[in-house]
């Protein structure tokens, strides 16, 4: 232990990994959040990931209560939120039993040691304390009396009751935290001028704390050093850091805009994917309507009235509620609407993991309906491209008439990255079906002769008078029709019209290596781990690696066969028990696919990726 401050020069790193955890009402997110934003206004690149518990308020000090926000920032690419952690910060003894496997040997962990009283080592299941058994000796443990020195920061402030100084503990850590790397704390004492301005009184706690917890780390005689994380190189232009979920909703957004229609969204408000519907509900001066429905059933059943209306219609849910949407899905599939149906994945089945991802909901995307109801399903792969494949789903539903599933995730949707904030100018050109103009012998079921997509004629348009529901439809006036032969050309024709999108979208391309010994192959929000893993081994030496990331999933890309004849072996990585998998298999059966999942409510690791690559590498 050092007696005497210490002046060094910071130690320059490229990236750092830090985790906040504590209590769920701690303010752990809240933390991560500030240091993440004030990262990246500096100008690293980061990545994030909130981990928090799926009870509103779980048992003061539980093992099972510890919530948890992880950041990974760096002058280099950052493609994940990391692996193993080279900062700590625990504010109770359940947090620190919980993540220290996570840290690496001989790292930081801080810990507010006034937490580490008899009764919370009993919730956290210790014997003794670790604080004192030498059980921590392998890490460089810095002990702070957060709580205390926070009342004494506080003792002067007018207001604030003894819950209220306490939970302001957490503002003492990111203090200690921004002095470490080098932030400025002008960006979060912004934040509080904007978010308690009817407050004053939390305004000056805040701060108070803020500042105390920022000069007692650069004073502090256990912390020697500081570290110093440059800025990112990254392309030139506007970036602000972006949550999946806003990144959704300002895709759908864009599109309405770019189409010229007004954006419906129905929808029912479920964990992880609420926060669409929060968003949206913003943006009324774009013309947004949005209606908080009673039930799934409602949110879906009243987006297909708006399409049939003629507005870009949405719904948003996750698994347990696409399995109530499906039947009214399959009302729009034989409609031949356009209805785009957001699922942000999380761990089932029922109820599961609610606060947790996986990817457990492609089967259900792909076949959950009765009856042969083929729709289009396209899954986006970081935060911020969010965006692109929600406009992408826009467009895709709008130009074919025909349902699309958007599959996101809890991982890609809770957490954050850089985005880079494009013009509407600047996103391709959407072209609805609308009809607007009466044409002799016109009927519904008209069709494009290349995509098969049908008009889409408005109600109470005259002369473009019609019949739709959910009874087999005639091939062309859409009256009821349910002879054998009519039933059989339409199923066969609704399935051709979503194969024929295959023509609409990019083929897949690898990244690394073109051809080689193994093809790494993933879909949906798993991009980030598997693209941090794969070009850390090419850096190691293994460079005939691929990777192949799919976000289109029904229709494949056209070009899929040809690039899995490239490798001589194919690895299929899911979080769940092999579904893409399967997919594949059905689909091209003159191949091996050998798989990797992972199925605990957690992305995968770069450590366990390449430990299974090495093994099939030997």
């Known amino acids: 232990m050092l007696t005497k401050k ?15 955890v504590g209590d769920s009402g701690d303010g752990m997110q809240l933390t991560g959040t500030q240091f993440s934003d004030t990262s990246a206004m500096f100008g690293n690149d980061i990545a994030t990931f909130p981990n928090y518990p ?27 939120p990391g692996d193993n952690l080279d900062l700590l910060v625990a504010m109770n003894p359940a947090g620190l039993k919980t993540n220290l496997y996570a840290l690496k040997p001989g790292h930081t962990i801080i810990v507010d040691a006034d937490a580490f009283t008899k009764k919370n080592l009993e919730k956290a299941q210790y014997e003794t304390n670790p604080l004192e058994d030498q059980s921590l000796d392998n890490y460089r443990v810095i002990q702070v009396n957060m709580s205390s020195l926070t009342k004494e920061a506080l003792k002067e402030v007018e207001g604030l009751d003894n819950k209220a100084i306490t939970r302001s503990k957490n503002m003492f850590a990111l203090g200690m935290v921004y002095w470490m790397y080098g932030r400025a704390k002008e960006h979060s004492i912004d934040f509080f001028n904007k978010k308690f301005k009817s407050k004053p009184f939390l305004i000056e706690s805040n701060t108070k704390v803020l500042n105390a917890g920022y000069f007692y780390a650069e004073t502090l005689e256990l912390i020697p050093n500081a570290y110093a994380i440059s800025p990112a ?19 759908f957004l864009a599109a309405a805009e770019k189409s010229g229609l007004e954006l419906y969204l129905g929808s029912y408000p479920i964990t992880p994917a609420t926060d669409i519907l929060h968003e949206l509900v913003k943006h009324k001066h774009f013309g947004v309507k949005a209606f908080q429905a009673e039930d799934e059933i409602a949110g879906i059943a009243s987006a297909i009235g708006a399409s049939f209306a003629g507005d870009l219609a949405i719904t948003t849910t996750s698994g347990p509620g696409l399995a109530l949407k499906g039947e009214a899905l399959g009302l729009a599939m034989i409609m031949e609407l356009p209805l785009v ?3 942000v994945q999380r761990g089932g089945p029922s109820t599961g993991l609610p606060t947790k991802t996986e990817q457990s909901d492609l089967m259900q995307a792909m076949y959950g309906r009765n009856g042969e109801s083929p729709v289009i399903v396209i899954a986006a792969s970081t935060p911020a491209n969010c965006f692109d494949f929600a406009f992408q789903a826009a467009k895709l539903a709008l130009e074919h008439m025909t349902p699309v599933i958007l599959l996101t995730d809890g991982y890609i949707a809770n957490g954050s990255a850089p985005w880079k904030i494009q013009s509407v100018d600047e996103l391709p050109e959407i072209k609805h079906r609308i009809k607007k103009d009466v044409v002799e012998n016109w009927h519904p079921y008209n069709r494009d002769e290349k995509s098969l997509a049908r008009d889409w004629a408005i109600p ?27 039933h059989e050309k339409m199923t066969k024709m609704r399935a051709e019209k979503v194969k024929r999108v295959q023509n609409y979208i990019p083929e897949i391309k690898t ?29 190691e030496g293994y460079t005939k690696i691929g990777l192949a990331h799919f976000n289109y999933i029904n229709p494949l890309p056209k070009n899929t066969g040809e690039l899995l004849s490239k490798f001589k072996k194919i690895l299929v990585c899911e979080l769940n028990n092999g579904q893409f998998v399967n997919i ?8 091996e696919f050998l798989q990797f999942n992972k199925i605990q409510g957690l992305p995968f690791g770069n450590n366990e990726l390449i430990d299974e690559f090495k093994k099939l590498v030997k």
């Open 233 to 251: 190189k990254m392309n030139p232009g506007t970036y602000r850091v972006i949550m999946g979920n806003t990144a959704t909703a300002w895709g």
């Open 460 to 486: 109470g348009t005259p002369g473009l008078e019609h019949r739709v529901g959910g009874l087999e439809k005639d091939s062309v006036t859409g009256n009821v029709n349910q002879s054998p032969e009519n």
């Open 6 to 20: 210490v002046n060094l020069q910071p130690e320059v790193l490229e990236a750092v990994v830090i985790r906040f």
């Open 54 to 80: 799926s009870e509103i308020r779980a048992p003061q000090g539980s093992l099972y209560g510890v919530s948890g926000f992880q950041v990974h920032i760096g002058s280099v690419e950052i493609s994940t």
């Open 511 to 539: 990244e690394f290596a073109n051809s080689g010994d193994l093809l790494v192959i993933g879909w949906g929000g798993t991009y980030g781990s598997l693209h941090s893993a794969v070009k850390q081994i090419n850096k």
């Open 341 to 343: 149906v957001v699922n």
């Open 584 to 591: 594949l298999r059905m689909n091209f059966s003159g191949f």
